[in-house]
């Protein structure tokens, strides 16, 4: 019998391992580390009552020992995927925003996109902006501060 908790406990640590991959923030790893611990005591013969307080106890434990981490990396770098990859940029802008009329296009390294002022004021065309964030389909955007658009 606990040859097949033994592997079902297998099966679950590289289901949560490979789950990981597609994820972020190291926090299904931490299960599929609990599932390897109770795998071992299924191995060793512990009783099943056990290994489901192990796989518990240890993936909580590994929870709380990878969040300081998760947080210090996430901290450290800005990691932009998708659509948040143009968040914090700077662009320039291509025909007049005008929020009441909702006009407005923005050029964001070689993207255009539709886009609207922070504060709903006209932005006159070929101005530098920054995008603050994303509503929608739409940048929101504010004046920059510097004055020259620089490639980043």
């Known amino acids: 019998m606990n040859a097949i908790w033994m592997w079902g406990w297998a099966a679950m640590a590289i289901i949560f391992l490979i789950a990981e991959l ?3 923030g190291f926090f299904l790893v931490c299960f599929g580390v609990g599932a390897v ?15 489901v307080v ?7 434990v590994a929870v709380l020992l990878t969040r300081p981490l998760t947080r210090r990396l996430n901290e450290q770098q800005k990691n932009f995927v998708g659509s948040d990859r143009v968040l914090e940029k700077r662009a320039i802008v291509l025909t007049e925003i005008n929020p ?4 407005g296009m923005v050029r964001v390294d070689a993207e255009e996109w539709r886009a609207t002022s922070e504060d709903g004021r006209i932005i006159a065309k070929d101005e530098i902006v ?12 504010r004046p920059s501060q510097r004055d020259v658009l620089v490639e980043e």
């Open 130 to 141: 920054e995008v603050l964030r994303i509503e929608g389909t739409r940048l929101v955007v």
């Open 54 to 60: 192990a796989f518990i106890a240890v993936s909580g």
């Open 37 to 51: 611990a109770a795998a071992l005591l299924a191995y060793l013969g512990v009783d099943p009552f056990i290994q």
């Open 22 to 24: 597609f994820t972020t």
């Open 100 to 103: 009441p009329q909702g006009a």
